[in-house]
């Protein structure tokens, strides 16, 4: 009897000796979402603009159907603005404390993102940033959530 790592490795087999059907899939796929890849600045407007709509439908649940395919674009994102916008390597509180002086934010204005103690903690250091709440605040100040974790 196979074990389950036999079987997902047998099963992986059998979907990639289906190359057309792989092509068919991504072919969909792209046409659905928009962008499969991150390469032009009109594919990262693409991209973004797919990942405010999938944030909006996901919201808090981040075992959505979807949230494999946010995370997937929010990759692709994240390594084409590594490229082509590269940000000075900063921890997540340095970060959020910029930007909420950028936008004249105090704590309490984010509490659409987390409550404010929690923001405090972050700010602080005495916690790091949730997946949720790095979302979050990357709806709110309209970057990639990766500056966060």
């Known amino acids: ?6 079987e997902l490795m047998a099963h992986a087999r059998r979907q990639a000796s289906r190359p057309q059907a792989i092509l068919r899939a991504w072919i969909a796929l792209g046409e659905a979402v928009g962008v499969t890849s991150v390469r032009t600045g009109d594919d990262y407007a693409r991209a ?3 990942i405010e709509v999938l944030l909006d439908e996901i919201g808090d649940d981040e075992s959505h159907p979807l949230a494999e395919v946010l995370d997937y674009l929010a990759e692709r994102v994240a390594a084409y603005e590594e490229e082509h916008a590269p940000i000075p390597e900063a921890e997540p509180k340095e970060v959020l404390r910029f930007l909420m002086s950028q936008h004249g934010l105090k704590q309490e204005d984010l ?3 987390a409550p404010q103690g929690r923001i405090s903690d972050i700010l602080s250091g ?20 990766a500056v966060f974790l």
Do not use: Q
């Open 1 to 6: 009897m196979e074990t389950d790592k036999d």
């Open 48 to 50: 973004r603009a797919t």
């Open 111 to 113: 509490a659409d993102c």
């Open 126 to 145: 005495r916690r790091g940033v949730s997946k949720e709440i790095a979302r979050r605040l990357a709806r709110r100040f309209n970057v990639s959530a």
